[in-house]
Each structure stands twice: as structure tokens, then as C-alpha cells.
């Protein structure tokens, strides 16, 4: 495996279940990122992990909790999620997300649907 | 809040002809900025990123531009091909924002052969 990838590819769930995004990057990267594409608006960033700290929370609700167990592996763990949480989540990953070495390479995305 | 906003919203173009796509962003003070490229319903491609000491960066049939004082990065895009059909998204990054990229609605793009 090369680059990012990403499992689920895709995920139907109801508002009472609980399930778990994962991300992994092969790229030897320290930093990887959690972003939401909704449809008609712009990426948004959800949640940064630098060498496996959480940098940045972008006002998530806490319905979507991340983890961060290695610079390699990222999860987003979700429960009791709305409808308007469908959208495309995408995991990104760089080198460092405080340099200048901040290049973000995408994984393909999980497509969510929430039922 | 800072905005970076993507004009046009979409752009088709015959098979061949040189275009620039266009990404405007509020507060000159930037880190960097970098561009993508996404086919439907798929991730992220990164094209060039421009770090804000740079003028414009080159790969192949792309040249990406910068100027800071006017808040302003083009995507020129030579010779297009209908492989080049595409939303094409611009991120920035400011010195006083923290980590995030934010990102711009993206130009779609559709090449006719």
C-alpha cells in the first residue's frame, strides 16, 4: 500500500449506532488531519494530530471523536450521529503540520451516510 | 474569519486552450498555499504548493502564481486535455491561524474534446 488509504470506503448507519473511520498512511509522515466535504460547501477542517497530539479541534460536536494511536494511524470514531453529518470525510496526512513541510496528501474518503 | 473564495465556480473549455483559474484570499499574511485537484466523489490530488517567500511553482503544463498584496493565486493550466476535467480547490494556511488549511469552493472544470 502507498500514499493514504482509507476504510471504510463506504458507510450507511443509523442515528443509534456506533462506528469507527479509520485512516492510515504510508508516506512516513508526522502529522494527519480529519476533514468533512458536505455538498455545495468548502472542506472543512475537523481535527489535527502532530506527532500524535491533537493540535487543532475545529469545533467539533463530540458525537465525533478522533484517536490518534501512532503517527501512521488515525480513527474517527462516531456515535449517535444526525443525518446532516452525511458527507465525505477525508483523512490527510504531511510531514509536519507546524513547518514548513506541510504538503497534505489525501486518502480517497469515506462516504457517509447516516440514515 | 479568514475566506478564500475560487472564481469561476465552473469553467468548460474546448480541448487545447491555454485557462487560469483564479483563487483570492483575505489577509496577505499567508504561510503557504497549495492546490488541488478532485474527480468526483474522490479524494484530494495535490498539484503545487507555494510557500509565501515563492512567486509561482511549475509542474508539467501547470504553473501556479502568487502574489500576497493582492491576495491572489492563479492556476494556469497550458494545453488542456479532457483528463484535465476536474474541481480544482485552492487552500491557504496563515501565519496567525493555527494549523488549518482553509479552502475554497473550487472551480469546476470540463475539458471538451
Known amino acids: 500500500e502507498t500514499g493514504v488509504t482509507q476504510t471504510p470506503r463506504h458507510l450507511v448507519m443509523g442515528m443509534t449506532n456506533k462506528k469507527s473511520l479509520k485512516c492510515e498512511q504510508h508516506?512516513?509522515?508526522?502529522?494527519m488531519y480529519w476533514y468533512k466535504q458536505s455538498a455545495k460547501k468548502p472542506l472543512e477542517l475537523m481535527f489535527v494530530?502532530?506527532?500524535?497530539?491533537?493540535?487543532e479541534n475545529n469545533s467539533v460536536p463530540s458525537r465525533f471523536s478522533p484517536e490518534c494511536p501512532n503517527s501512521s494511524h488515525l480513527f474517527l470514531h462516531l456515535h449517535t450521529l444526525q443525518p446532516e453529518d452525511s458527507a465525505l470525510y477525508l483523512c490527510?496526512?504531511?510531514?509536519?503540520?507546524?513547518?514548513?513541510?506541510?504538503?497534505?496528501?489525501f486518502g480517497p474518503g469515506t462516504r457517509l451516510t447516516v440514515l | 474569519k479568514q475566506e478564500v473564495t475560487q472564481i469561476p465556480a465552473a469553467l468548460s473549455v474546448p480541448e487545447g486552450e491555454n485557462l487560469v483559474l483564479n483563487c483570492s484570499f483575505t489577509?496577505?499574511?499567508?504561510?503557504?498555499l497549495q492546490w488541488f485537484r478532485q474527480d468526483p466523489g474522490k479524494g484530494l490530488t495535490s498539484l503545487l504548493l507555494?510557500?509565501?517567500?515563492?512567486r509561482e511553482q511549475t509542474s508539467g503544463r501547470l504553473n501556479a502564481s502568487l502574489d500576497k498584496s493582492s491576495g491572489r493565486s492563479t492556476l494556469y493550466i497550458a494545453a488542456s486535455q479532457p483528463g484535465d476535467s476536474a474541481t480544482y480547490l485552492c487552500a491557504v494556511r496563515w501565519w496567525n491561524y493555527g494549523q488549518n488549511f482553509v479552502f475554497g469552493p473550487g472551480t469546476r472544470l470540463s475539458v471538451l474534446p
Open positions: 507555494i510557500q509565501s517567500s515563492q
Open positions: 490527510a496526512s504531511s510531514q509536519d503540520a507546524s513547518g514548513r513541510f506541510n504538503e497534505q496528501f
Open positions: 494530530y502532530n506527532f500524535k497530539e491533537q493540535t
Open positions: 489577509d496577505s499574511a499567508i504561510y503557504n
Open positions: 508516506l512516513g509522515h508526522n502529522a
